[in-house]
């Protein structure tokens, strides 16, 4: 057979009961968060998950470390609201201090979130610069988000709610500094930008 009727063959297998979902991460029986966890990494099985997932309003997906987003065509309030942000700082605070996951202190388990891909970034780039303070060249770890797209994927909402976060986690941050008196952090000349370059 040609490739598309595989595709459909293995899409109509998943939908009749054969599962392609490996289910010991998950409660429920739907895809699993992270595709990894795929018993069939295959293209069928891949977008019949994300297809599954975006039909119960679950827009984000992970990959191992890639998170996947589709765009839902509608405004998401409840996913981007100050509740949902404080979840992902909690959890981000608890990885910090070595508390592991949310469902070992009793709490929800988080699903993949464009907010967690911020944090994780955010966090490893402080630990980076309070353990070496970036002075020698082999301290220096830079990060980065790309955000990929097709015109109209949604690019530019996922990069503003980004930027949400970072500035949000900053200004906590910056408070907690200030209240504990001045640090190597908080003296720094932070960056200007200016028609999109950093000076």
């Known amino acids: 057979g040609n490739a598309g009727t595989f595709e459909a063959e293995e899409i109509d297998a998943a939908e009749n009961g054969d599962s392609n979902f490996d289910d010991e991460d998950d409660d429920d029986d739907g895809p699993p968060d992270d595709l990894i966890n795929l018993v069939h990494l295959h293209e069928p099985a891949l977008v019949y998950s994300l297809r599954k997932r975006f039909d119960v309003d679950k827009i984000y997906t992970s990959t191992g470390p890639i998170l996947l987003a589709l765009n839902p065509f509608k ?95 900053s200004q906590r941050r910056n408070k907690m500094k200030a209240s504990a008196g001045p640090t190597k952090l908080s003296a720094r000349r932070p960056s200007m930008m200016r028609g999109g370059d950093v000076e």
């Open 75 to 169: 405004y998401c309030k409840e996913l981007y609201d100050d509740s949902v942000m404080g979840a992902y700082s909690q959890r981000g605070e608890m990885r910090m201090m070595g508390g592991g996951d949310e469902e070992s202190s009793g709490g929800a388990k988080l699903g993949p979130h464009v907010f967690g891909t911020a944090d994780n970034t955010f966090r490893c780039m402080m630990k980076c610069l309070e353990d070496g303070g970036g002075k020698s060249p082999g301290t220096v770890k830079d990060q980065a988000i790309l955000v990929s797209g097709e015109s109209g994927a949604g690019k530019t909402v996922t990069t503003k709610h980004i930027m949400m976060y970072l500035a949000t986690l």
